[in-house]
Structures are given as C-alpha cells and as structure tokens.
C-alpha cells in the first residue's frame, strides 16, 4: 500500500510522487470495488459453513466512549430478531495515537452526536452528558469483564448508563448486582480485546466485526440485517436499526436558514454526500455555504493504512446504499487540491464555486481523472462550466490560503476537526446544530423542518 496510509502512523504523504499516486489510486480503486467487497462476504460464508461455525457477531464495547452506549443498547434488539448470531463481546481501550487526531475533541463530540440522533434510533442518552472520572471507567471495566458473553448486552446497558450519567452510586450498585473482578483482571480484559481488535485490524470502539466485515455503531447496523437477510437470518420485514431516509419534507425556508459545509477534496465522505447536501439545500429553500478547508493529510495529521483502508471501504459501501458507486478513484491529495483552491475563489466571482468543487469530487472519486496533469483539471474546470484559458491566469495564486484557514478554525471553535461537517444558521447567524458525518445528513434534513414548522 502507498504511504498515504503508513502502518505506524507518522505524517501522510502529502506529495507523493506520479508513480507512488498511481500505485496508490490503482491500489484503492480495486480494494472498493463492488466485486471485492462482496468477495469478502462469499468467502467468509464459506469457510464458516467448511468449518462449521455458528455466525458469530463480534463487539468491541468502549467503557467510556458514548457512541459504544448506544451501541450496547442495540445488542439485546438484534440478538432477538436474529438468534441463530452468537455474540462474542470484547472490552477495549480507546484509539491511540494516529488513528485519534484531537483526543481532546473526540469524547465530547461523542457524547454530542450520541444526544443528537439516540431518539431517532429508540436509544437514550442523556442530554448534558459530562465526561466520567477513570474511578466510575475502571469499576464498570471490572463489572463488564465479570459478565458472561450471554449476559453482556444487559450489563453493558446499565454500565453504560451509569456512565453517561456519571452516577458513581449506580455504578456501585451495579457491581453489588451482577458482580465484578479485581483491576489488574478487568485490564487484561481490556488489553486482550484491543489485542483482538488491531489483529482484526481495527482501532474504535462502538465496532461491530462479523464475517471479514466491520460496522461502526448504530448507523452502519443497517448493512450488517440487510447482509443477515441475504443468508437467510432473522424474522420480520423490517430492520431493526434501518438508516433514517434524508427526508426534504415539505416546509421551505425561503432563504431564512443557512446551511453550511465545511469540506475537503480530498475527503470521500464529502465526495459522497455533496451532491446530496446541495440538493437538500436548493429543495429546501435554505442558502447553501460552502466552507472548503484542507484535507487532513495536508495539516498534517497522519492517517494508518487500517484506518485508511477502513474508510475507503466504508465509504465504498456507503455509497452503494446512496445509489452511487464510488471508484474508480485517482488520488488527488497535495498539488491538485491546491491548484483547485486557488481557483475557487474566481470561480465564486461567477457563480461557479459549488459546480467547481462537485466536479473536482467527481472527477477524483467516480470517474478517476487524474487531477494531477493539466489536461485533467481542465476536464473540471470546463465541465463546471469554467474557461480554461480564463482559469490559467488565475491558477497557482497564494491568496487562497487565509479563507481555507479561517474556515478550519472556525470549524474547530464550535468543536469539530473533520468533514464533511454541517452547520445550520438561523436568519441571525446563530448555530441551530452542527453535526459531522455524510451520514448526518438525514439529521439536517429534519432539523431544517422541525425548525420551519416550528416558526
């Protein structure tokens, strides 16, 4: 694999050279292809069919991450529609080092996020949930590693509520109730199952692992029933936890709201979902504010390959459940991200910003256009509805450099570090919500109409 996706961590490569960019654009475009990925489930299903093994879900539950609490509360639902799935549950440490840019950030964004969308998934979490001492962690560690594997899900559920309401009295009480094992027991409970987890090669928590595939938390459950339906699993027509759909409804805001996306690209969450963003943003009525700003690499923060392919792959999928079909793909990481901000700008004088950027994403994402040669920034240009010739005067300025800043810190002060990320302004230019994540979307859709409804 190319070295923007190092084992170790370290700074990506943030130029690499023509031939590391097209090892790594050949390498990425076939790992997500429809074919490959499906690969990994026929295989699996035969092997545990050769081996003759039961189908066996495997979680990774965080203590003190708040995206793990909603997931534990998922564990008990699923278990009963599809109970031919044995559970092996796995206690883990938080991410570490690359695969965690702003751990300052991460566990209040959690526990935000986890507010934000646990209703619309019949899950709870408290709303002003504040973080929880290592005291209240480590005693729900040493509950959780004193719990069998098929009474997991019912004490995950009370430690994790304990926790998110910092309630050291019910964590006691908990521990009188189902029992607990000393500290140094609990930590090599913890130790193994992060062991397990990098073995598997991942690094977060709230993580589902089942046939050669892993889903993140609740919002990636509804691939996990729809790939048991296709074996034959379950009961019942509907999912369990499906997607909520990303719903324009029928209210109109006539340019009273303001939807802003901070976003990157070189981002394939963004590449994904822009389009959509902006079309929910026209049939809405609500002004669209693109806020563009460097990829991660790019600042300098690095990315594994576990957590690089992860992504790809994630998104891959993603995708394919968006009607779309990522790849094939020709990185766009370094110079051709810097020669297309400097013409956005111009472009913005004529109108044109938000074609340039959906081109660009495009043309990197789906069609693999290489950005790199002149020949394939121009195909953007022009097919943003652009002059060539016009933009070769323009490309290459260094005046772009402040906005993109100014447009990282400003995301960063309302406590985000990562795109694409949505914001939602009211006609005061006071923040309604913000939310990161392509699959937040749904989630701004339904804000902007319980707001117009409300008004």
């Known amino acids: 694999m190319a070295e923007q996706f190092k084992e170790q961590g370290g ?29 990994i489930e026929v295989e699996a299903e035969q092997q545990r069919r050769k081996e003759g093994n039961p189908h066996t879900l495997e979680y990774f539950h965080q203590v003190d991450d708040a995206y793990s609490c909603l997931a534990a509360q998922t564990l008990a639902p699923l278990l009963a529609r599809y109970p031919d799935v044995k559970l092996v549950p ?28 646990a209703p619309h998934y019949g899950l ?7 973080a929880p001492g290592d005291a209240l962690c480590v005693l729900g560690n040493r509950i959780l590693a004193s719990a069998q594997s098929d009474q997991f899900a019912e004490v995950a559920v009370a430690v994790s509520a304990a926790i998110a309401a910092t309630d050291q009295a019910q964590m ?3 521990a009188q109730q189902y029992g607990s094992v000393s500290e140094e027991q609990a930590l090599a409970a913890v130790h193994a199952g992060t062991a397990k987890r990098k073995e598997l090669k991942h690094y977060s ?43 324009a409804g029928s209210y109109q805001a006539n340019g009273s709201l303001t939807l802003e996306m901070y976003a990157s690209l070189r981002s394939p969450y963004t590449a994904v979902i822009f389009d959509k963003a902006v079309n929910l943003a026209e049939r809405t ?15 300098g923060v690095s990315a594994t390959r576990e957590k690089g392919l992860y992504i790809f792959a994630d998104t891959a999928r993603e995708a394919r459940a968006l009607g779309m079909e990522l790849g094939p793909f020709y990185d766009p990481i370094g110079e051709p991200v810097r020669r297309c901000y400097s013409l956005y700008s111009w472009a913005r004088s004529q109108g044109r910003e938000i074609a ?27 097919a943003a509805g652009l002059s060539w010739s016009d933009a070769q005067g323009v490309i290459d300025n260094e005046d772009w450099h402040s906005e993109i800043e100014s447009n990282r810190q400003s995301m960063y ?15 005061k230019g006071s923040t309604l919500m913000w939310a990161w994540g392509q699959d937040r979307l749904w989630l701004v859709a339904k804000m902007i109409q319980r707001t117009l409804v409300q008004a």
């Open 11 to 39: 700074a990506a490569t943030m130029d690499p050279s023509r031939w590391r960019r097209w090892v790594t654009s050949k390498f990425v475009s076939r790992v997500i292809k429809p074919e490959q990925l499906e690969k």
């Open 90 to 117: 796995h206690l883990v440490g938080a991410p570490r080092g690359a695969n965690l840019p702003e751990p300052d950030l991460l566990p209040s964004l959690a526990r935000y996020d986890s507010g934000l969308i």
């Open 172 to 174: 006691e009480a908990l």
């Open 356 to 382: 340039l950027f959906s081109e660009f994403l495009q043309a990197a994402f789906f069609k693999g256009v290489n950005t790199n040669r002149d020949a394939g920034l121009r195909t953007v240009v022009e």
């Open 413 to 427: 002060q309302f406590g985000s570090w990562g795109v694409p990320t949505f914001r939602l302004l009211d006609a």
């Open 205 to 247: 928590g709230a993580m589902f692992y089942y046939g050669g595939k892993w889903y993140w938390g609740v919002d990636r459950l509804y691939h996990l029933e729809q790939r048991w339906r296709a074996l034959g699993l379950g009961s019942g027509d509907d999912l369990v936890f499906p997607r909520p759909a990303i719903d």
């Open 285 to 299: 009525g609500v002004r669209f504010d693109l806020r563009p700003v460097l990829p991660m690499v790019m600042r």
């Open 124 to 130: 709870n979490f408290p709303a002003r949930a504040d």
